[in-house]
């Protein structure tokens, strides 16, 4: 009998607990997707209702989760009262991620902010909307972030650094204090921006890379350190 008690109590917390969070809505199913909504449920903050995605993948799953739209049902899902989340991936360009982000703007649309509960983030760090910060990442104090990031899994932002709207810092990449990262800007996996350095607007950082000089011009940048290619 207690045991059957203890069970109803169980789900009844579980009830009042799905009722305060958020419902979101995630648009892109590819690979970058599998990895937001694991940081997603790790938050225990928002209830995923489904993916939308080229009409082609209308009905098909990715993980737990199905596909039950394409862009044509932003304002459907927006009149309903879901947030969103743009879970397109980014690495050469920031085009489609971008795109996207106007649109919802647009549309005054809630676009949501996610920080992994792995992650670890300073009271005195300002992140943008439309970002995720993956598990494990580490944003120190005196960072901005602006809109539409990602600071993927591992990635290290240190003191006082700017990364400006739609880039992505990758997985297990450091970015040292008082940097600043202009905007569409990729920097690959495992790549080392040196203190105060300036990188300009749609500039791609390839895997592995250090960066010890300002870039100032777009373009591919790869090596240690890293040149033009």
């Known amino acids: 009998m207690a045991g059957r008690k203890s069970c109803k109590y169980?789900?009844?917390?579980?009830?009042?607990?799905?009722?305060?969070?958020?419902?979101?809505?995630?648009?892109?199913?590819?690979?970058?997707?599998?990895?937001?909504?694991?940081?997603?449920?790790s938050t225990n903050k928002y209830n995923i209702i489904g993916i939308l995605d080229l009409p082609s993948e209308l009905g098909k799953k990715v993980m737990d989760y199905e596909v039950i739209g394409n862009d044509d049902d932003y304002e459907k899902f927006k009149t309903q009262g879901c947030s969103f989340l743009i879970t397109a991936g980014q690495i050469k360009s920031a085009k489609l991620r971008k795109q996207i982000f106007d649109q919802l703007v647009e549309l005054g649309a809630d676009i949501a902010t996610v920080i992994a509960d792995s992650s670890r983030v300073s009271k005195y760090a300002t992140i943008g909307r439309g970002t995720i910060l993956m598990h494990n990442s580490f944003v120190n104090a005196g960072?901005?972030?602006?809109?539409?990031?990602?600071i993927n899994t591992g990635a290290v932002v240190e003191h006082d650094v700017k990364v400006e709207q739609h880039s992505h810092i990758s997985t297990t990449a450091v970015i040292n204090g008082d940097c600043r990262v202009g905007e569409e800007v990729f920097i690959g996996s495992g790549s080392c921006i040196s203190n105060g350095i300036v990188i300009g607007d749609q500039v791609v950082i390839g895997a592995g890379s250090t960066v010890t000089n300002n870039i100032t011009a777009a373009g591919i940048f790869v090596g240690s350190p890293a040149k033009k290619i």
């Open 10 to 41: 169980t789900e009844q917390l579980q009830a009042v607990m799905d009722k305060t969070k958020k419902d979101i809505i995630l648009i892109g199913g590819g690979g970058h997707c599998k990895s937001c909504i694991e940081v997603l449920e």
């Open 143 to 150: 960072v901005e972030i602006g809109e539409n990031c990602i």
